[in-house]
């Protein structure tokens, strides 16, 4: 494969993190960039601060390195804070994301951008990449326009969708439905979950292999990334708990009318990941498998800090 320079936009974050350590090793160049300085902190790579909302940064940054792949990770993900700052989540998912794919078209670098479920009404389940997007928060219809930007920009373009990202890396700046769960039953707090939504939850290196397939492969158009267990964040809570030997007695069954969020979520959705598997070699891991790989993860985490204090 030809040496690339990849630019992670996000680094930061859960997802940026997993991509910045999976390609640390490799023969490309690798720059990440983020807002604030970098969290993920290690060799192999060269990071920007960035903010993608303005215009002039970004093509200036673009024109610096000259990337000939971006991953377009970064956005306001937070459903809550999308529904209460429309403006904020516009500037981020929006506008962020113009001034990325413009940029981009100005030195011919093939764009992935990374998309969610929550472009869907959540009336079924088990979606391919043909369902037509009717999104059911504000969160997903500025991701949605993001993906019509995307798919508008005419350069090689590539739309990635996930589901219910969980995992850890070594500087979190939020948790996951795993993280919260877990917390909250080791210090014996009881919980309410959702018995209701239907998810395929996605373990974050799955998910960033799976990018990295796509990014190798020059795949274009659309795929669906995602665990391929079909479940509730209820079911996903109890196998939490059972693998890590916690208290589901503290775990109740609620429903989504009664869990009160600002932002609607989708009932149903959870991906058909068949095209992803078959023409990406995609290959996620079971939720049980996903667990005891985080586990794994947390425990190296937490060894690499006990080495540094």
Not at 188 to 210: C, E, S
Not at 219 to 229: E, F, Q, R, V
Not at 281 to 303: C, H, K, N, V, W
Request: aromatic share 8%; hydrophobic share 35%.
């Amino acid at each position: 494969m030809n040496k690339k320079t990849i630019l992670i936009t996000g680094s930061n974050g859960l997802l940026g993190q997993t991509l910045l350590e999976l390609l640390a090793d490799s023969s490309h160049e690798i720059i990440g960039c983020g807002k604030g300085p970098d969290r993920f902190q290690a060799k192999g790579y060269t990071y920007y601060s960035l903010d993608i909302s303005k215009t002039e940064d970004v093509n200036r940054l673009f024109q610096k390195v000259r990337p000939t792949h971006v991953l377009h990770t970064a956005a306001l993900t937070q459903v809550d804070i999308c529904e209460e700052h429309p403006k904020l989540a516009d500037q981020v998912n929006i506008l962020g994301t113009q001034n990325i794919c413009q940029a981009a078209k100005n030195i011919k670098a093939h764009l992935l951008y990374v998309s969610t479920d929550f472009i869907f009404s959540g009336d079924k389940g088990m979606l391919t990449e043909d369902e037509k997007p009717m999104p059911p928060n504000y969160y997903g219809e500025t991701k949605l326009k993001g993906e019509v930007t995307v798919q508008q920009s005419n350069i090689p373009w590539t739309i990635l969708r996930t589901v219910l990202v969980y995992g850890v890396v070594k500087d979190m700046s939020r948790s996951n439905i795993i993280l919260w769960v877990k917390n909250n039953l080791e210090q014996g707090n009881p919980i309410k979950v959702v018995n209701d939504q239907w998810r395929t939850p996605t373990y974050v290196k799955d998910l960033a292999k799976g990018c990295l397939l796509a990014l190798e492969k020059e795949a274009t158009g659309i795929y669906h990334l995602s665990g391929k267990d079909y479940m509730t964040p209820y079911q996903m809570a109890l196998a939490t708990a059972d693998y890590f030997k916690l208290d589901k007695t503290l775990i109740t069954p609620t429903n989504a009318q009664e869990f009160k969020e600002i932002g609607k979520r989708p009932l149903k959705t959870g991906f058909n990941i068949q095209k992803a598997m078959r023409e990406l070699s995609y290959a996620p891991l079971s939720f049980q498998e996903g667990l005891q790989a985080m586990m794994e993860d947390i425990t190296r985490f937490e060894q690499h800090s006990e080495k540094t204090i």
